[in-house]
């Protein structure tokens, strides 16, 4: 996004000494200064804590010393994620005296890597349903939707608030607030990275991931996210460009969105086709019509698994939309519910098979751009269907639809192969050019 600094950009600076990390830091917390106020994308910020990393991040690299590709580079996490001396409060008063003792695995290695921790972003309630305070800085009247549930991190990260930042998806809580807010997400393969420390809604149906600004920026977070742990998904993207992908266009149940969506959509698919990618057509099953269900289903129950005691003693404190989940996940038997496992892993084989046809399946990441209202963080309808079958994704603006909004598409993988997923991403960036940013910004 132009004006606004890349993590690869950055780090670039910080080994070239022609940045040090105090800038970066100072002009984060300018932008929360200035906006967070009226966007609300912030529950706690450590000013001090990050001005201190900061300096030492900085006699670091003038040493000549570096802890990693982030040395230096200031992050956001979502409030779900334990920081260690910060709220895990998951948008809940239930946990508003909460404080973390340790870092979440995830946070651990980030800090290993070099980056400096911010701040904790604002998530909706247990990072259901129930809308967050968190405006969508698309709109200068400030009337839409960021989307849900990680929606302070990705507002954030498009406020240039933060370079990057955790968040985590059931449904499609990464995909959709970052395409709402014009910014890139790779959701990874089920399980490939930890859910420790983190506060679950589904076992069977969450992924952490990062948020940024460029493809370039999330490789860089997945790959220190992934430092600790041997890699089998693949080797990591090269440095130079890959050639034109075969792409899957999916039709079926993803033409089911709006015109404006259709349109965009379908103008950037186009630019690809025109840059050299190979397009085949790829017709979804019918079992995607069924997702929505079976996903509520097993959200449901699991969700209910955790809060169950506090949900029996302190209804009144949980928001609606998460109390009527909550509600179902009672009334569910256990052969519904196993029935929802047993089709949740036909489905993932049925996707498995959509890529006999295409190297990586591209639809839209939303039905709509952001609704215009705050009542609603929108639907999960177009993302679910890849938290179902555990499969990588990574999402990316592709264009301003006739509303102003941001439209983005999905990149879609076979399970454990990030690294071909990112190159490709990095291509179609390329060739969508998208450098937008938030009217709000200026």
Not at 29 to 52: M, N, Q, T
Not at 80 to 108: E, F, K, N, Q, Y
Not at 178 to 198: D, N, Q, W
Not at 236 to 250: I, N, S, T
Request: glycine share 8%.
């Amino acid at each position: 996004m132009s004006g606004l600094p890349t993590i690869a950009e950055s780090a670039a600076g910080i080994r070239s000494h022609s940045l040090r990390p105090e800038e970066l830091v100072e002009g984060c917390l300018e932008l929360i200064r200035a906006y967070d106020d009226r966007l609300h994308a912030w529950v706690e910020v450590d000013e001090a804590g990050a001005r201190s990393e900061a300096a030492a991040l900085a006699r670091e690299a003038t040493e000549g010393r570096s802890r990693g590709p982030l040395h230096g580079i200031p992050l956001g996490i979502k409030d779900v994620i334990d920081v260690a001396g910060m709220p895990t409060r998951a948008g809940s008063p239930l946990r508003a005296t909460h404080r973390a003792t340790d870092d979440a695995p995830l946070v651990a290695a980030l800090r290993r890597a070099g980056a400096i921790i911010l701040g904790k972003t604002v998530t909706v309630e247990f990072a259901c349903f129930d809308p967050s305070p968190t405006l969508n800085p698309w709109d200068p009247d400030l009337r839409h939707t960021p989307g849900g549930s990680s929606s302070g991190s990705a507002v954030a990260v498009a406020m240039g608030m933060c370079l990057g930042a955790l968040g985590t998806q059931t449904g499609g809580s990464l995909v959709r607030p970052s395409s709402y807010c014009g910014v890139a997400t790779c959701k990874p393969s089920f399980r490939l990275l930890s859910c420790e420390g983190i506060v679950p809604v589904s076992y069977s149906l969450d992924h952490p991931g990062p948020i940024a600004r460029t493809v370039a920026d999330l490789t860089i977070m997945l790959g220190c996210l992934l430092a600790d742990r041997a890699r089998s998904n693949g080797a990591r993207p090269e440095a130079e460009a890959p050639p034109p992908p075969r792409l899957g266009v999916l039709t079926g149940f993803f033409d089911e969105a709006d015109a404006a969506i259709l349109r965009t959509t379908a103008e950037a698919v186009e630019r690809l086709r025109a840059a050299g990618a190979r397009l085949e057509l790829v017709a979804t099953p019918d079992t995607f019509r069924q997702v929505a269900a079976m996903h509520r289903r097993i959200m449901a129950v699991e969700a209910l698994a955790y809060h169950r005691r506090e949900f029996m003693t302190h209804r009144e404190a949980y928001g609606p939309m998460i109390a009527a989940l909550l509600e179902e996940g009672l009334a569910i038997s256990p052969a519904d519910y196993a029935e929802a496992l047993a089709w949740q892993r036909q489905f993932a084989a049925e996707v498995d098979r959509l890529f006999d046809l295409a190297d990586i399946l591209i639809c839209a990441s939303t039905d709509t751009t952001a609704p215009p209202t705050l009542v609603t963080t929108g639907t999960p309808k177009f993302q679910a269907p890849w938290s179902c079958a555990g499969v990588p994704v990574v999402s990316i603006p592709c264009g301003l639809a006739e509303d102003g909004m941001p439209a983005g598409i999905q990149l879609v993988a076979r399970r454990h192969q990030e690294w071909p997923l990112l190159r490709v991403a990095e291509w179609c960036e390329g060739c969508l050019d998208f450098h937008h940013r938030p009217p709000l910004l200026g």
